[in-house]
């Protein structure tokens, strides 16, 4: 018997119950709105998905300082969120953000620019 994939829901509508991981997480991708370029890549618990859903400006968990983080907060180079994309399993996030700044804290637009080349980080043009 062949399988087949997943179909979407033919209802237009469904509710938004996200799933976060085993350490209360969602993934979330961050893309450009106007671009599709992708920015960079976070996590988002329950606090940070209603903070930034309540502000328009991306929050975050931020796993290293173990609180909630809103992009730009220190730096000023925030992510205004112009629509979240939720995937098929809401466990992801794609939130399409209008930047202020460069994206990285290392000052580079995108969190990615660099590419593997072998056993060596490159810079690519982004």
Not at 41 to 54: G, Q, V
Request: hydrophobic share 35%; aromatic share 4%; net charge negative.
């Amino acid at each position: 018997m062949q399988q087949t994939p997943d179909k979407p829901s033919e209802a237009p509508e469904a509710p938004f119950t996200p799933k976060f991981d085993a350490t209360g997480l969602l993934t979330a991708i961050v893309v450009d709105g106007d671009s599709g370029a992708i920015l960079m890549l976070a996590h988002m618990d329950k606090e940070a998905l209603s903070k930034t859903r309540e502000t328009g400006l991306a929050h975050f968990h931020s796993r290293s300082r173990g609180r909630l983080w809103m992009k730009g907060e220190s730096s000023g180079n925030t992510l205004r969120v112009e629509r979240i994309l939720v995937d098929c399993d809401q466990d992801a996030l794609v939130l399409e953000c209008r930047p202020t700044g460069p994206a990285c804290h290392t000052g580079a637009i995108s969190c990615f620019y660099r590419e593997l080349d072998g056993d060596v980080l490159r810079s690519v043009n982004t």
